[in-house]
């Protein structure tokens, strides 16, 4: 890759998943100088002074501005649902930009955005517990492998085990808590004059057993 290589190309590179950790450290720098370059590029050829017209026409960046923009706004809705790191002070950032944000603060917030979600993140991600990483589950496997690997200090992943543990506390809760309370109910009702309450009480009473047999 030459050394004029864009952003683009650098994040393609990085998808390459064989790359050693020295490897790919190199290349997040590399992928850190080019969105410098970027951004530099984008304010030096931003116009520095209004056009003498009534009605200015928005430039071409001004639109490619609003992209960024749109793309900041998710990648920071990302890192609060997940608590991420300075998912706060970001989105703090964010709001401030405004209507029409100078493009100059919208290339400082996407620098902090990707270092929070290409790096900050990952790191948050390894220093987890299981449950915690489950719950974040945004990393990408490029960045932190899903399973550990020769020569990765990757987790394994711990996604599948938590919803499986998850779905059988919410079935047991159902079991307990819903249908075996309802049929307890259903046999304080039951009495010659209202002989349907047994059977309700048994119908609930096979509904909890299914949900309790479920995760066995």
């Keep these: 890759m030459p050394d004029s290589g864009t952003v683009r190309q650098w994040e393609m590179l990085l998808r390459w998943p064989h790359w050693s950790q020295t490897e790919r450290a190199q290349l997040l720098n590399r992928l850190a100088e080019a969105e410098r370059a970027a951004a530099r590029n984008v304010l030096d050829t931003w116009p520095k002074e209004p056009p003498n017209r009534d009605t200015p026409v928005p430039p071409a960046d001004a639109r490619r501005v609003e992209r ?3 793309e900041l706004r998710r990648a920071v809705t990302l890192l609060v649902l997940v608590d991420g ?16 944000p100078a493009a100059a603060s919208v290339a400082e917030l996407a620098q902090k955005v990707r270092l929070a979600l290409r790096r900050r993140l990952a790191e948050m991600y390894v220093a987890a517990d299981p449950t915690r990483q489950a719950a974040v589950g945004l990393v990408d496997p490029d960045d932190v492998p899903a399973f550990t690997q020769p020569g990765s200090a990757g987790p394994p992943n711990p996604e599948a085990p938590e919803r499986r543990s998850a779905e059988k506390a919410f079935h047991d809760w159902l079991a307990n808590e819903r249908y075996s309370a309802d049929a307890a109910i ?7 004059t209202n002989p349907g309450a047994r059977a309700a009480a048994n119908s609930c009473r096979e509904v909890a057993r299914a949900y309790a047999d479920a995760f066995r």
Excluded at 85 to 100: I, M, Y
Excluded at 186 to 192: E, G, H, L, Q
């Design 68 to 70: 960024v923009v749109a």
């Design 85 to 100: 790191p300075d998912a706060t002070e970001r989105k703090a950032e964010l709001d401030r930009l405004g209507a029409s």
């Design 186 to 192: 259903f046999d304080a009702m039951t009495n010659p």
